[in-house]
């Protein structure tokens, strides 16, 4: 199978080299993969299952592969991967009794094998299957770190035509954010963003510009965060200096959208299932979601979306 979706992914492993010598089996999977070594991917998980068994990182490779499977539209193999590896995820959790964030590899794996598998149903047809799949997990990993991502793909296959979920504001930086209850008769864009986000900075001079031009018909911009734990360099940092911190960015990345209400608080990540930065949401006049975009957007696509809401 070609695999030249992945090739992005960093790599710094050569073909066939041992995983454990070169820092790790996801690594040397990504690595194969960016190299559309898909045969060769499978190999190295088979070797590394024969000396180490069936271990977090074992299985966070294996949602890799069920991701570059879907990445390729090859749902068949996508989603025998990804239930394979939310089989063996949650028979670890099962045995081991141990809480699903205990450790860093165990939730990144589950999460991307419920999201493959939402994908696929999905794709094939299966609309409410995977809308109920994914409300079941929900229910089951809510309290965990896996929570946002569940949420995003719900919103993705849900939350278009639906009134917008409300934003928490008991923190914020900037004005104090409007409720969104109070906004309707006006087109809002919402934009979640992260402190460590380089592709949230790169996506300002877009929403300036943006706002600028629909200024006149009444767009509202408003810019959720969260707090992560760290500053600078991933090191650790208390709420208060974080959040000093996040001012500190925004005056230096965002000094085009100042006077754009930034509401801090995990709360709101969870509900619009941003687990990636930045995801874009509009909402029309009514309130509704109109678009729901995980991810960077180009100003033309962005632009074409506000577009519908404001003629409306």
């Known amino acids: 199978m070609r695999m030249g979706a992945w090739g992005s992914i960093a790599v710094g492993v050569l073909l066939g080299v041992s995983a454990v010598a070169q820092g790790g089996l996801i690594d040397d999977v990504n690595g194969l993969l960016a190299r559309n ?18 271990t977090p990182e074992y299985l966070e490779a294996l949602s890799w592969m069920a991701r570059a499977a879907a990445a390729e539209k090859q ?10 590896t939310r089989r063996l995820s949650e028979q670890q959790l099962a045995t081991s009794k141990r809480k699903l964030d205990a450790e860093p590899h165990l939730p990144v794996a589950l999460g991307a094998a419920y999201e ?6 999905a794709e094939q047809g299966q609309h409410s ?4 799949s994914l409300r079941s997990a929900l ?16 919103n993705l296959l849900a939350l278009v035509g639906q009134p917008a979920p409300p934003l928490q504001a008991t923190q ?43 200024g006149s018909a009444g767009l ?16 650790d940092a ?33 509900a619009y299932g941003a687990s990636t930065t930045p995801t874009l949401v509009v909402l029309n006049r009514a309130g509704q979601v109109a678009m729901y975009h995980p991810g960077a957007m180009p100003y033309d696509e962005l632009r074409a979306a506000l577009e519908k809401v404001v003629a409306r």
């Open 139 to 154: 229910a089951r990993y809510g309290n965990t770190s896996i929570r946002a991502r569940l949420q995003k793909n719900l």
């Open 220 to 235: 509202v911009v408003i810019g959720p965060t969260q707090l992560y734990g760290y500053v600078a360099q991933g090191a």
């Open 238 to 270: 208390s709420p208060v200096q974080e959040q000093a911190y996040i001012e500190s960015v925004r005056q230096r990345y965002y000094a085009s959208l100042q006077d754009m209400p930034v509401p801090l608080s995990q709360q709101n990540f969870n």
């Open 172 to 214: 914020y930086l900037g004005p104090k954010p409007p409720a969104l209850a109070s906004l309707k008769g006006s087109p809002v864009l919402l934009f979640f963003w992260a402190h460590w986000c380089p592709d949230c900075k790169a996506e300002v001079p877009v929403i300036a510009r943006l706002r600028q031009e629909f």
């Open 116 to 121: 493959v598998l939402a994908q696929g149903m």
């Open 75 to 84: 749902w068949g193999q996508a989603t025998a991967y990804a239930s394979e």
């Open 37 to 54: 070594s898909f045969s060769a991917a499978e190999s190295e998980l088979r070797t590394y299952k024969a000396e180490h068994g069936i």
């Open 129 to 132: 299957k995977a809308v109920s």
